[in-house]
């Protein structure tokens, strides 16, 4: 019913710069916000950020002033910059669409590695 598509990851060197696109498509209602999570080898899946449909965003503190998160209402698409790119940034991101009340979706997730 409601899908989301990610692109944009791979491997890149420290220091680098990767963009994630996540397009959202379907019949979507009453959006609360759009996020990115990660995880990496056997760890929990954590929060990256977020942008609420008002435009508000939050961030991880392990990635304030390095990553941004911006939207593209005509498109229903977000995207996570991230910039000064760190080994410890290697996991699987994943797009997250929250909406109505209590209403998820996710996408496949894409894989991003940070390594020299």
């Known amino acids: 019913q409601v899908q989301l598509v990610e692109s944009g990851g791979g491997l890149v060197q420290p220091g680098g710069s990767l963009r994630l696109s996540c397009a959202a498509s379907g019949r979507i209602f009453s959006i609360n916000y759009m996020g990115w999570y990660r995880q990496a080898p056997g760890k929990q899946r954590e929060l990256v950020a977020t942008?609420?449909?008002?435009?508000?965003?939050n961030y991880a503190d392990s990635v304030k002033g390095r990553f941004t998160i911006a939207r593209d209402s005509a498109k229903n698409t977000v995207y996570l910059q991230m910039n000064s790119l760190k080994p410890e940034d290697t996991a699987v991101y994943y797009c997250?669409?929250?909406?109505?009340?209590?209403?998820?979706?996710w996408g496949q997730g894409t894989p991003v590695t940070v390594s020299s």
């Open positions: 997250k669409l929250n909406y109505a009340i209590g209403s998820a979706a």
């Open positions: 942008i609420t449909v008002g435009g508000n965003t």
